[in-house]
Nanobody, 126 residues
C-alpha cells in the first residue's frame, strides 16, 4: 500500500521560508511523477509544482515560479518543496501526490495522480 506523509508546515511571516517534506512508502515503481498541490479555504485545489522521475525537469505554476523549488532525494523516498519569499496568498493546505508515469499524462491535473498525502497547513501572516 502506497502512503504519502507530508510534514514541515507551519506559520511564518511574509517573506519567510518553509520546507515541506513528503515521505513515500510502499511504492517500488521507479517510473513515476510527483507533485504538490494546495487548497486555500473556500477555493479549489490548485497545482503548485511537479517533478518527474530521474533527472527530468521540474515544472511550476506561474504564481510560485522563482520562489518555490521542488526536489526529490536520490532514493526516491522523499520529495521536498522549498518555499521562499512567502506571501499571504500562499496560505493553504498543501498536499503531495504521486502516480505511475504514463505517456501523455498531464502532471498539472489532480486527476492524474493515484496517491495523495493528508496535507500540511501553511499559514503566511504578519
Amino acid at each position: 500500500q502506497v502512503q504519502l506523509v507530508e510534514s514541515g508546515g507551519g506559520s511564518v511571516q511574509p517573506g519567510g521560508s518553509l520546507r515541506l517534506s513528503c515521505e513515500v512508502s510502499g511504492d517500488t515503481n521507479s517510473r513515476n511523477f510527483m507533485g504538490w498541490f494546495r487548497q486555500a479555504a473556500g477555493k479549489e485545489r490548485e497545482w503548485v509544482a511537479s517533478r518527474l522521475f530521474g533527472g527530468l525537469a521540474a515544472v511550476y505554476a506561474d504564481s510560485v515560479k522563482g520562489r518555490f523549488t521542488i526536489s526529490r532525494d536520490n532514493a526516491d523516498n522523499t520529495m521536498y518543496l522549498q518555499m521562499n519569499a512567502l506571501k499571504p496568498e500562499d496560505t493553504a493546505m498543501y498536499y503531495c501526490a504521486r502516480s505511475p508515469w504514463t505517456p501523455g499524462v498531464d502532471p498539472k491535473m489532480a486527476s492524474s495522480y493515484s496517491y495523495w498525502g493528508q496535507g500540511t497547513q501553511v499559514t503566511v501572516s504578519s
